[in-house]
């Protein structure tokens, strides 16, 4: 009876990649809207971000979208010890940079760069808001040139819809082919505001693709970033924008609060990488033509011949197992109908294994 087992060789194993992509649509109305008391919304004690769902987040239907954070660098102007959370500003944005951005030789946490060169000094974005995605979301990474945030550069909950300011889309616009990998975290694109007429376009942040987590600036955004009733007006003003005054004065809560209010819309592609190790299984015309199976014999006569001995000998392959140097049984494939096996012809059967 014929060995029932045949090594592969080189030729006969070929690996593949396989990107698969999901459009992700976050709309305004689930970050701020949906929920009047925002349920969907989860703030913790530490008050250093928080959390936003798709349904109220003690419900088990519920999942995690993103969270919402805000920091600035501690060679900030703004930076001072009577700011509201002072402290843990500067660590948010250190911990952001030291992920995303990584040390300098002299062991100095960078700061995030406005044109992703970090040899340049001055164009550091030292007031920045996060959006970090959850990984149920991205999955393996963000795609390239597929992040859009429309959002508008002025709002909050007590202006209502009529008195938001003016809605812009800012996305990673081309980096498909441009974007950079000198970040500890991956790759990453710049974020620009989209082209309208004769408006140039502006780099106002970063998204990094592997970490999913897109940096605004906090300069995007113009005029009153909060309610104004509770802004002074010297606040307001064109000395100290508004936002300046948010990030001084408001707790990290208040402040992603604030942002929440200016998404009218969010979309990206994830992608799922999909890794296989495809093998060539092939069967000569002289090879497997015989089965193991007891029940292929009776009486020492091959069954499929009909009581014919002048007969070619005939299998039927079901299965295809892959086994170990040692002969250990790794993985099994199997037909969706047994195929006839005999002298007269070769088969070669494709196994692919996942992972």
Known sequence: MAN????????????????????????GTIVSGTYADDSNIKTFSHGMFEAVYDYPFLSSSANHIFDI???????????????????????I?????????????????????????????????????FLN????????????????LALVTSASEA?????????????????????????????????????????????????YYQAGIAVITASYFSGAFADPDNIPDAAIGSAVPAIDYVLTSSTITEIANALRFTVDDMNFNNTTELNSTIYFCRANNTEFNYSAN???????????????PMADPVSY?????????????????????????SPSNEVTLRVRLDY
């Not at 920091?71 to 001072?80: E, Q």
């Open 93 to 129: 944005y250190n911990q952001m940079a030291q992920v995303l951005v990584g040390y300098n030789t002299g062991s100095t946490i960078q700061e995030f760069d406005a044109d992703a060169s970090l040899s340049t000094t001055g164009d550091k974005m030292k007031e920045c808001l």
């Open 159 to 207: 202006y209502g819809a009529d008195n938001k300011g003016t809605l812009k889309t800012i996305g990673d616009y081309g980096a498909q082919t441009a974007y950079f990998t000198n970040s500890p975290a991956g790759e990453y694109g710049l974020l620009y505001t989209s082209s309208d007429g004769d408006e140039a376009q502006m780099t106002v942040g970063h998204v």
């Open 294 to 308: 007891p029940t292929y014999l009776s009486s020492s006569e091959v069954r499929v011949k009909g009581n014919n």
């Open 317 to 341: 392959i079901t299965t295809v197992g892959l086994y170990s140097p040692n002969n250990e049984l790794l993985a099994v494939a199997k037909l969706s109908e047994p195929l006839k096996k």
């Open 69 to 91: 954070t805000a920091g600035y660098a501690s060679g900030s102007s703004l930076s001072s010890s009577d700011n509201t959370q002072n402290a843990k500003k500067i660590n």
């Open 133 to 148: 995605f959850s990984r149920l979301l991205v999955k393996d990474e963000i795609k390239k040139d597929s992040l859009r």
């Open 4 to 27: 029932s087992f045949k090594p592969l060789l080189g030729e006969d194993i070929a690996t593949t990649r396989t990107l698969l992509h999901e459009a992700i649509p976050i709309t």
